[in-house]
């Protein structure tokens, strides 16, 4: 984070190099040499540190925005909010800057659920809070937002899925850590090819980017709108060791909307030491295995007598140590009878005179412990819908005024308008009779029958995009049939009242296409004039 100078106005440093050079590159001051080098930074802005950012912005002499004044040095900010805990108020706390930490909490309840078996995942939705430098751009960059994350719980030594051979031949567009150093173009391959050349490291991780996609586009944003761009190294999250955004092209730029990263064993980890409590997993072996194991054998009456309640705490951390880290330990109590031990938050100072041994001893494995992987795609809900709406936001050729929303059936709150062509009094049970027919279906719907030219109305529930609208006119109190009206075509059909309920279901439910549709029925020209 930087300050002006004289305002005292905060700005996220990476943000403030960016908007800088995007101007400087519009400039045509500037060399094309200058221009090249600055397009190297921008392709790399998300993987500097704090001190290579300070250092370019310093070289780009970057000014405060609004008021051209020169800027402090850049420091660190503390996404987290921080909060009084109880009537005292001397108890810190945060509130949640991601939801996931409930799901690794609840762990062993969850893996028990799973009848102890690997893999399994959890999802939550819920709200999340960062404390944003200065939120901007609608629902982009908010301090509370609302976010849904799924943690795919894994053996680290097994990072298959029994699905991916259903998802292997999904064409994605691939933004790699290594095209945004070397200035690449973006990969366009399957998740099979991207697995087999190396791009992507696990099927699990393949399996999830491909249904993220797939999600996606079911619910409105165009292919040729989204991308995975691969994290940078500097760029990477302190628990991450591979991370992929889905992002969509916007007017803001690129955008991340989804993000899927391999967290590995570090929350559980970090969860069973704070706690000292076993976050594993099981697995029974078809041929036990021997091997031998460093075991430390504790004084139980020094130890207890110098922890007293913290000494099962102990013991358990003592017992929790790798092979290579009880043989420090024993070296170092040979050494200067003495070693420090983390235990949870605090420190303790082991001694000799505690430890009884520490030796080799033969151990017969028929179950294999481990502390699973995690895979975990995680949602910004706010971000899928700004870009639902701002991708499917449209203007019908020809009529600037005439805009319309291009949502698919799937998420249209409203599936289906029911119009009669006038207030004549003979249209009323006619519209009600199909109104009531389309919410026996489960379609929601909504009856029109203000004033109006019908082109007009039709024109209203394009804007809210309503995809189908079913108008009663004359011929259905003469034939019961009813005309069918797609949105994106302004194309019509002429349908039996028996039908148009089912005919309408199987439309939002991708049982059948418009295509379909203009093939079983008559085509009907007229009534679209506004």
Known sequence: MSRGTCSGDCYRADHLLEAHLEKQLGSK????SDKEEMSAVLR??????????????????????VTGNELTDIGEFN???????????????????????????????????????????GAQIGQSFRNEISPRSGLLRVREFCQAEIEHFLDPEDKSHPKFQLVSGVPVRLYSAKAQTDGSKILEMSVGEALSTGVLQSETMGYFLARIQQYLIAVGIPPNCLRFRQHMGNEMAHYACDCWDAE?????????????????????????????????????????????????????????????KQAGAVTATLNALSDVEKEDLKEKL?????????????????TSDMISSIQKVSKTEHVREFVPSVIEPSFGIGRILYCILETNFKVR???????????????????????????????????????????????????DDSSGAIGRRYARTDEIGIPFGITVDFDTVKLETVTVRERNTCSQVRVPMSDVAGLIHKLCTEQATWSDAKASYPEFVGQETI
């Open 334 to 350: 040979e050494s200067s009878d003495s070693f420090k031990l983390s235990v949870g938050d605090i420190s303790v100072e082991i």
């Open 44 to 65: 790399q802005i998300d993987n500097y540190g704090m001190q290579e950012l300070g250092d370019l912005i310093k070289k780009y002499n970057c000014k405060a925005p």
């Open 397 to 447: 050729e020809g009529d600037e005024k005439r805009t319309w929303l291009d949502l698919p059936p799937l998420i249209a709150p409203t599936k289906c308008s029911v119009l009669p062509l006038s207030s004549h009094s003979d249209f009323i049970p006619y519209v009600q009779r199909i109104s009531a027919d389309l919410r026996k279906l489960g379609i929601p719907n909504k009856v």
């Open 79 to 121: 996404l987290m909010f921080g909060t009084s805990i109880g009537p005292t108020g001397l108890l810190r706390g945060f509130m949640r800057p991601e939801t996931a930490q409930g799901i690794f909490v609840n762990f062993k309840r969850l893996l028990e659920y799973n009848q102890d078996k690997m893999p399994f995942a």
């Open 248 to 308: 969509c092209k916007t007017t803001y730029g690129w955008v991340e909307i989804v993000g899927c990263a391999d967290r590995s064993c570090y929350d559980l980890n970090a969860h069973a030491k704070a706690t000292s409590t076993k976050l594993v997993a099981q697995q029974r072996l078809e041929n036990p295995v021997t091997r031998e194991v460093l075991e430390v054998a504790v004084n139980k009456a020094v130890l207890g007598k110098a922890f007293k």
């Open 29 to 32: 001051g500037v060399s094309a």
